[in-house]
């Protein structure tokens, strides 16, 4: 009698919580309050031009946007290969809008990819998952792309591009340190040296 009530809850949790393995983006502009600060108008229509660019090019890449707040943005899509192409267009189609604007009223993404198991609550995503992601992205130069070692293992074959590898960084409310790759071709800015992994 024990066993068959503690399978009986067990298939109520499975069938509360739906999982899935997904590939997680998550993208916001570099310095986006400076950029308010100096110009509120020409923020908000750059950042909307910007916007545009990156939600068609996550639909062509058959992503999914889960969520947007201020100038982040948080997409899923069923391929890592195609979340990192998806990216790398971006910042090249991104690079080419900036290059059109004075050097300060350019806006500049940073973005952040990780592979990982998340909880399904409607058409939200939630879990360690999606909050790599968003970690990795707050590590990324601006303009540039920085993937987990989970990314890393899906696309580092299928991919015409360089990685850097900046070991396992430690991100806030993560228990492990997350291995952590910079995709070197995927920005035109200089490339400092790796960071040493945070502490928090």
Same mark, same amino acid.
């Given at each position: 009698?024990? !066993?068959?009530?503690?399978? #009986?809850?067990?298939?109520?949790?499975? %069938?509360?919580?739906?999982?899935?393995?997904?590939? *997680?983006? /998550?993208?916001?502009?570099?310095?986006?309050?400076?950029?308010?600060?100096?110009?509120?108008?020409? /923020?908000?229509?750059?950042?909307?031009?910007?916007?545009?660019?990156?939600?068609?090019? *996550?639909?062509? @890449?058959?992503?999914?946007?889960?969520?947007? /707040?201020? $100038?982040?943005?948080?997409?899923?899509? #069923?391929?890592?290969? %195609?979340?990192?192409?998806? /990216?790398?267009?971006?910042?090249?189609?991104?690079?080419?809008? !900036?290059?059109?604007?004075?050097? $300060?009223?350019?806006? @500049?993404?940073?973005? #952040?990819?990780?592979?990982?198991?998340?909880?399904?609550?409607?058409?939200?995503?939630?879990?360690?998952?999606?909050?790599?992601?968003?970690?990795?992205?707050?590590?990324?130069?601006?303009?540039?792309?920085? *993937?987990?070692?989970?990314?890393?293992?899906?696309?580092?074959?299928?991919?015409?591009?360089?990685?850097? $590898?900046?070991?396992?960084?430690?991100?806030?409310?993560?228990?492990?340190?997350?291995?952590?790759?910079?995709?070197?071709?995927?920005?035109?800015?200089?490339?400092?040296?790796?960071?040493?992994?945070?502490?928090?």
């Amino acid at each position: 009698h024990i !066993n068959l009530t503690r399978k #009986g809850a067990l298939a109520m949790v499975d %069938e509360a919580v739906q999982r899935r393995l997904t590939t *997680i983006l /998550a993208a916001d502009v570099a310095g986006y309050s400076r950029l308010v600060a100096r110009d509120e108008e020409a /923020a908000l229509r750059t950042l909307k031009s910007h916007r545009d660019i990156l939600m068609d090019l *996550i639909a062509r @890449h058959r992503g999914r946007v889960f969520g947007t /707040a201020g $100038d982040s943005v948080i997409a899923e899509f #069923g391929s890592a290969v %195609e979340a990192v192409r998806c /990216a790398m267009t971006a910042q090249e189609r991104l690079a080419e809008e !900036n290059a059109k604007l004075p050097p $300060d009223h350019q806006m @500049h993404l940073r973005i #952040g990819i990780n592979v990982g198991d998340v909880m399904v609550d409607g058409d939200d995503l939630l879990g360690d998952a999606v909050n790599i992601a968003a970690r990795l992205e707050s590590l990324a130069e601006p303009g540039g792309i920085t *993937i987990s070692g989970s990314t890393f293992d899906q696309v580092r074959n299928r991919l015409s591009v360089g990685f850097q $590898d900046l070991g396992p960084q430690k991100v806030k409310n993560i228990p492990e340190p997350v291995r952590t790759f910079r995709l070197v071709e995927a920005t035109a800015h200089p490339r400092p040296a790796p960071r040493p992994a945070r502490r928090t």
